[in-house]
């Protein structure tokens, strides 16, 4: 177990301070971390990272609180309850990360989080049924069989648990080299090449859905994740000069895993050479052209709203700080 950072929760873990967080408490840090908890527990009606109410106690925590911890206030019993119990819907939040998987909530992942949230909702056993026709998607970051980020994942899965990806995946090897064919093995459509490997029906979606629910792995992802987002923040460090806060650096990452690194650069550099120079300008302009390049392949639909709610979200919300990153 890691410290949150957030002393109402650690405090009350370690019995300094016995108070507990109730229906009306003004602490909506500690109270977040609450309603991200009972999230994962399968809660499903609670307020997410972005909904402004995110961290007041009303009604719905507490019915959500009692359903699982049978009282109407956290104290130290309820929080450990909620930390031990394992978690059917677990989401990649600073209170899980830190409490159940004892990771320190690091300012990678910090911004790692919201770019999760808008792929996932933060769900580590995501998947997406080729919906984009990219066939499967799985994870946090929705690691995508079509271009090759799948086989990632599971390499890493492999590499750092392997009793768990052999007994989670049986045929594990015959799964990693089914993804390592051109495509990932599917076709332009998404659709698999290989009956044995429709990873979007039955037990192989069964077996995502197990993985992202084990807490091993779900480490792995995180590690992985993050690992990806380091190589991402070195490679527009050298050219995107003009970024440097969280809030700017978050949204360069976010962009750069939507539009590929190759994508993020182009970005960048189109409108920096369109006379954008603060960072604030160089946001709008970039949320623009990001915009812009989704509709001309996607239309108006989902996609494209999808890329205006999120890009608005890391140059808007008051979430992000104006502070420089330091990964």
Request: proline share 5%; charged share 25%; net charge positive.
């Amino acid at each position: 177990m890691a410290l949150t950072g957030i002393p109402r929760i650690d405090r009350l873990l370690d019995g300094s301070n016995p108070a507990p967080i109730a229906a009306g408490d003004p602490d909506r840090a500690a109270v977040g971390v609450i309603q991200d908890l009972l999230t994962g527990h399968g809660c499903r009606n609670l307020p997410g990272l972005t909904d402004p109410n995110l961290g007041v106690f009303g009604k719905r925590t507490t019915q959500a609180l009692r359903s699982i911890c049978g009282r109407d206030a956290v104290d130290q019993a309820a929080l450990r309850t909620l930390v031990d119990k394992d978690a059917v819907t677990p989401i990649a939040s600073r209170g899980y990360i830190a409490l159940v998987l004892g990771m320190e909530f690091s300012p990678m992942l910090r911004v790692l989080s919201f770019t999760s949230h808008f792929e996932t909702r933060r769900f580590f056993s995501k998947c997406n049924r080729n919906t984009d026709k990219q066939g499967l998607s799985f994870g946090l970051i929705q690691w995508a069989q079509k271009p090759g980020r799948l086989r990632e994942i599971l390499e890493a899965f492999r590499a750092e648990q392997p009793a768990k990806f052999a007994s989670i995946f049986v045929d594990g090897g015959g799964l990693i080299a089914h993804v390592s064919k051109p495509k990932g093995g599917v076709n332009d459509a998404g659709s698999t090449l290989d009956p044995d490997f429709d990873l979007i029906q039955g037990l192989w979606l069964a077996r995502f859905e197990q993985a992202g629910r084990d807490r091993d792995l779900e480490r792995v992802q995180l590690n992985c994740a993050a690992t990806a987002f380091l190589r991402s923040y070195k490679a527009l460090r050298a050219y995107a000069t003009g970024v440097t806060s969280e809030r700017g650096v978050a949204f360069m990452l976010d962009l750069v895993n939507q539009h590929g690194d190759g994508g993020g650069r182009s970005i960048y550099r189109k409108v920096a050479a369109g006379g954008a120079a603060s960072e604030p300008d160089l946001l709008k302009a970039m949320q623009e052209e990001s915009v812009a390049r989704i509709r001309r392949q996607y239309g108006e639909g989902n996609e494209t709203i999808g890329a205006i709610e999120r890009r608005g979200f890391f140059r808007t919300a008051p979430l992000l700080l104006d502070n420089p990153f330091e990964p």
